[in-house]
């Protein structure tokens, strides 16, 4: 390899660095005593077989502060592992179980079950907010609270705050931080917050806030009825229709272990990696490739004695440890392994585009 392209991607690297220490520094952070809400705030929570999770997501949301208005609506999405029963044994007036019926064709489960519950929420579109949860997600009291405060200081329509990552075991610990590592890497986020772009959008389903009116006039989740990453298309969705949002910190307002374990890891980002550059595979493959090319070269150059490539890899490293320090994530000595996370990646990447070119692709036995 030529000097000059090392010298490169390890400027690239800096560069990545860089741009993650000021996004970090720019992260909206919501209060830390957020002023009471007085309208209308409806929770969705999809569940397909969570029960193992739902009674300790619905135990969260039920102790949630400074709420006048406040009903969780549980979506049963075909569950066959006894989530039912656990719901139904919450005694709880705010909480309103619903069953969904199957996806119609052309809809994939997790925004279908969103739109039943957005829809069984009832109420106008007014200034109603809707919240949307995944069961694995463990609110701390004040979160929505602050979530809606937050929406409302910055003048945003949705905003995601990020729960803070929980990993175990070290399959976890090299792959969950990657996903807020790209974004704040990446992604300008006050241009981001307010750009029309599809490009610039970055969001996670584990929990969303939307104002009602915004979530309507973008078409709800009917208009991301078969997307994999239907949370990036919600927001995309809520931009092109004029709307404003994008993930904020959430490390102080919930937690979430995503995965647990290799085999629950590899299949669910095997799901969904196909798709995350625009729903195009080819991109996405681009994507990890360049991805790799700056944050794997250097430091292997590294290893054969490259000034250089240490360069490289003490910015990757640092790059990972801005992103971790913003969203509540592992530092040390974690980040000294981002070039295998990036590997391990690289390796789900073509596992996903493999599965979907061959259509062999499921997720809680429906295929995608």
Not at 69 to 97: I, L, P
Not at 167 to 195: F, I, K, M, N
Request: aromatic letters at 6%; one cysteine or more.
């Amino acid at each position: 390899m030529s000097g000059r392209l090392l010298r490169t991607l390890t400027g690239l690297a800096v560069a990545g660095a860089a741009h993650a220490a000021v996004n970090a520094a720019l992260l909206r952070r919501p209060p830390a005593g957020p002023p009471a809400v007085s309208r209308q705030v409806t929770v969705v929570l999809p569940v397909r077989d969570e029960a193992h999770q739902v009674a300790g997501c619905l135990a969260a949301l039920l102790d949630q502060r400074g709420i006048d208005r406040f009903q969780v609506v549980v979506v049963d999405d075909g569950s066959t592992d006894g989530t039912a029963d656990v719901v139904r044994a919450v005694h709880d007036r705010r909480v309103r179980f619903v069953t969904a019926p199957p996806p119609p064709p052309g809809w994939l489960g997790k925004p279908h079950a969103c739109a039943v519950g957005a829809a069984a929420a009832g109420g106008s579109a007014g200034d109603d907010v809707l919240v949307f949860v995944d069961a694995d997600v463990r609110l701390f009291p004040d979160a929505i609270a602050a979530a809606v405060a937050a929406l409302d200081a910055h003048g945003l329509d949705l905003v995601s705050p990020w729960p803070r990552p929980l990993a175990e075991g070290l399959a976890e610990r090299l792959v969950q931080p990657l996903a807020p590592w790209l974004w704040t890497t990446t992604l300008p986020l006050r241009l981001a917050e307010r750009s029309p772009r599809p490009s610039l959008a970055a969001a996670n389903g584990q929990f969303l806030v939307v104002r009602r009116d915004a979530y309507e006039g973008a078409g709800g989740h009917g208009a991301v009825r078969g997307e994999v990453l239907e949370d990036i298309a919600l927001l995309r969705a809520v931009k092109r229709a004029g709307g404003r949002g994008g993930p904020i910190d959430g490390s102080r307002l919930a937690a979430c272990r995503m995965y647990e374990g290799w085999p629950a890891l590899r299949d669910g980002y095997a799901k969904s990696l196909w798709a995350s550059v625009g729903g195009r595979p080819a991109a996405s493959v681009a994507a990890a490739a360049g991805l790799t090319a700056v944050w794997v070269v250097p430091p292997v150059a590294a290893l054969f004695g490259s000034r250089a490539g240490l360069v490289g890899w003490l910015a990757g490293a640092a790059g990972r440890a801005a992103a971790a320090a913003a969203t509540g994530g592992r530092i040390w000595p974690d980040t000294l392994a981002h070039p295998v996370s990036m590997l391990v990646f690289d390796a789900l990447m073509a596992r996903s585009v493999l599965g979907h070119r061959r259509g062999t692709l499921t997720w809680r036995d429906r295929p995608l």
